[in-house]
């Protein structure tokens, strides 16, 4: 079983918006970073995946068997963690532990109170007297300690300052050192992405618009600046979205050597980032 998750022609219909055939892949010991703008359904996938709501249409398989199916099994092996921490405020961190732990047979209390000194947690603190970034740590530290193979984290680093964003992108990198873990990463924030993802997952109005290696991305996708007589002709095929102004014009293309061949020194090719794709394949 090569892949951890494989999610193929998904498709999930409401009254003002529609999952359309969202297909991709994710392979054991690899993190995929999965962006889109709001409203793009990040977040309804996600809850497909957990089976937290029911598909219209489509296959969904993590660890090579149905998450429907086999749900209880694949929940015992996944981490999940939300962008809020949905516990009761009041309880002390020990108290939410003995509630989880029973849930989980591999569950490791030793792992556990690893976690929680690393991250300089007491677990006699309750809830509501920790930061947005130590609930965050808290959240890792239930979902890390019933080795799960499979962490699904939906906007885990929002609202977080650069400190704290770093410590849990280096903590993520260390995981997947064990070549049979893969995480699954929603974020807004795309350049904690361009650290640590090895495969990017664009999704737009309900539907995937690239699933590939961040190498491939980056190496075949480029802004491009240039005049605008030179969008004449077959010319503005070679780019995706284009912002014109008395200036010239700037763009992106995903095919940087043919833009390069086609027009030569008469344009500026920059590397882009992951924000600079999605805003122009927003406008395409």
């Known amino acids: 079983m090569e892949n951890i998750l494989e999610v193929k022609n998904l498709d999930k219909a409401f009254n003002d918006f529609k999952l359309d055939n969202v297909s991709f892949q994710l392979k054991k010991g690899y993190i995929m970073g999965f962006i889109g703008p709001n409203g793009a359904g990040k977040s309804t996938t996600i809850k497909l995946i957990m089976n937290l709501i029911k598909r219209d249409n489509g296959m969904i398989k993590v660890f090579g068997k149905d998450n429907i199916e086999d749900e209880k099994a694949i929940k015992e092996k996944i981490g999940f963690v939300y962008d809020e921490v949905n516990f009761y ?4 961190l020990k108290e939410i532990k003995s509630i989880v ?24 603190k309750k809830l509501k007297e920790l930061s947005k970034g130590m609930k965050m740590k808290f959240s890792l530290a239930l979902a ?11 906007e885990p680093t929002s609202g977080l300052d650069p400190v704290f964003r770093r410590e849990i992108l280096d903590l ?14 929603s974020t807004h924030i795309t350049s904690d992405l361009e650290r640590i993802a090895d495969y990017i997952t664009f999704l737009n109005k309900g539907k995937v618009v690239f699933s590939e290696s961040k190498d491939y991305i980056m190496e075949n996708y480029a802004v491009v600046k240039g005049d605008n007589n030179l969008l004449e002709g077959d010319n503005k095929n070679l780019f995706i979205g284009v912002d014109r102004n008395s200036f010239g014009f700037e763009a992106l293309t995903d095919n940087k050597n043919l833009v390069r ?15 600079d794709i999605m805003v122009y394949m927003n406008k395409r």
């Open 172 to 185: 993520l990198q260390g995981i997947i050192q064990d070549e049979n873990k893969s995480i699954f990463f």
């Open 89 to 92: 405020e009041y309880l002390k």
């Open 261 to 275: 061949e086609t027009l030569g020194k008469k344009v500026i090719i920059e590397k882009p980032t992951l924000d």
């Open 144 to 154: 890390l300690s019933h080795d799960a193979d499979l962490i699904i984290m939906d």
């Open 101 to 124: 732990a029973p849930f989980y047979k591999s569950w490791d209390d030793k792992l556990f109170k690893e976690y929680m000194r690393n991250f300089s947690l007491n677990e006699n």
